[in-house]
Each structure stands twice: as C-alpha cells, then as structure tokens.
C-alpha cells in the first residue's frame, strides 16, 4: 500500500479550505493511505487559518503551517516538502476540489516502477454558456487532449518523494517539478480518470493576468531547468483544436476570441520575460478564480461524461 502525503496551498481560501478538507479526509481508498494532509497558509487574511486549525484539532492527518506572509507559491511548497514523511507527495491547490476517488486514481500509475510523476484532469465548474466560461473550458479540454499524448500536469500533482525542494523562485512549480523528475530518468503519467475541479477566471482582466504569468513562467523554466512543457507546442495546441471545433457561428467566434487573448496573455508573458525582466513567483491572485460559492454543492461528487476517454477538450497552460 502507498502512503501519500498531501500538501495544500492556500491564500485566503475560507470559502473553499473547509470542503476542500473534508473531501481529502473522506476520499474512497483502497491502495492508498493518506498519512498527511498539510495545509501551508501564506500570509492568508481571511478565516482560512482559523477553519484549517479547527480541521487540525479534530483530524490527527491535518496539519497547519502559517506563513507569516506571501513569499511565492514554491517557497510555501518547500516548507510542505520539508515536513512531508510518505512514498509519495500530492500537491494542492487550495482552490480546487477532488472527486471521491481521485487519490486513488492519482496514485494508481505509481504501480509502475518507472513512472516519477502524475496528473489529475482538472474540469472547470464555469458557465460555458457565458464567453469566459466557453474560453476556460476549451483551454481544460485542450490540456486534457494534449496531457493524453504527451502529459502536461497541473492543478493537482503527485510524485516521488525524492523530490525534497524546488526553485523557491518558479512561477509553475508543476512545470518545475516535471523538470526534475525528467532529470532523474523517470515518467511522467496524466490520470484522465483523477478528477479534480477548479474555477477559471470568468473576467478578461483575470484571464491575461494569469495566463501571462504562466507563460513568463514557462518561458523562465526553459532558461532556468532547461526544460519545455508540451503545451508551447503551438503546432500541437492548434491540431487539437481544430479537431475539438464545432463549427457554429457563435463557437467559431468564441473560439478565435479565446485564441486572441491566449495570444496576449502570452505575448505579455514574453515582455515580462525578456523585456521587463520580471519573473512573476508572488503573484498577483486572479480573484475570480477564487469565486468558489460558484462551485456547485455536490460538484466533488460528479465526474465529466468523458471522463479519461480521450474526447472532449481542457486548458493548453
């Protein structure tokens, strides 16, 4: 049986913290045991501490860290790691929220001696009948068709505990973790079928802020750990995404509207990068990402009809 330690990332998170918790303590395992579930708090000024403690006093698994104040998502991952004692280490947004069963699935691959690294599939709980919410889909769906062929993982991540430290100064701390477990001569696999849902940003201002952040970050990981995630593959993002494409006025129009901000959001990436010189590891929160009062009661419970068969589109980060 694998033991599993998982390492939650938080920033004011008070709408999320406690259900996020709750889902971790009551997943359904089999072939893992969850022996900790460390909660690393940065500079948090809501209820987020205070709900995280209350879990920590009445769950033995659960523990708080208290970062007195943000000093980027990877240095909160180092403390995580530090005190992380299991096979194998789960990285967690505080912003997301896993299906029953998406451990289990997580951890499954790690059957295989070879493999280093996985990846759940993030599925967005956004209106995709609103415009921002079609963008933030088609980008998951995309990330879903290229991480089948060759994996790309985000949102939620585990991997081998011989990773003890990352870059305390990467803005893609899953990026850079690919990195290292590739340096080490091992795989890494995407778990279709480990569902984890999150929010996407539902305003353009949101939308550029963070994905130029993810491409600066990328653009920093490739000078820095020599390493190019799949989905800079531009050639490869646009064959899926012809293949995803309905062709209806109002898809074919949403469509190219979300390939034109994709195109700025990285564009202003690339200024920061090589321009501006900036390297965006404390960054400036997307708040729409946090809205998860828009998250559906029950939505840890449900899984996408095509979930882990290959059809249907995700987000090309």
Known sequence: MLTASVGVMAYNEERNIGKLLGALVSQNLANVEIRQIVVVSSGSTDRTDEIAADWASREPRVELIRQESREGKASAI????????ADVFILESGDTLPAPDCVEKLLAPFANPEVGMTGARPVPVDDPGAF??????????????????????????????????????????????????????????????????????????????????????????????????????????????????????????????????????????????????????TWDVAESTKNLDAVPDGAAARRPADAGSGSGAGGAG
């Not at 802020?209 to 920093?220: D, P, T």
């Open 132 to 281: 921002m919410g079609f963008v933030v889909h088609m980008l998951w769906r995309l990330h879903h068709c290229l991480a089948l062929k060759t994996p790309k993982l985000g949102e939620m991540v585990a991997f081998r505990s011989f990773v003890r430290t990352i870059p305390a100064n990467t803005a893609v701390d899953e990026a850079s973790i690919e990195a290292i477990v590739i340096d080490r001569g091992q795989t890494l696999q995407y778990a279709p079928d480990a569902i984890i849902y999150n929010k996407g940003p539902d305003n353009v201002r949101d939308f550029l802020k963070q994905r130029r952040r993810i491409y600066a970050g990328h653009l920093w990981l490739e000078k820095e750990q020599s390493y190019e995630v799949s989905t800079k593959n531009v050639g490869g993002i646009f064959r899926v995404l012809l293949d995803d494409l309905e062709w209806r006025p109002r898809t074919v129009l949403w469509t190219l509207g979300g390939v034109f901000l994709e195109t700025v959001g990285r564009f202003l990436g690339v200024v920061d990068h090589r321009i501006l010189k900036k390297n965006p590891y």
């Open 78 to 85: 180092n403390l995580f790691l530090e005190r992380a004692d």
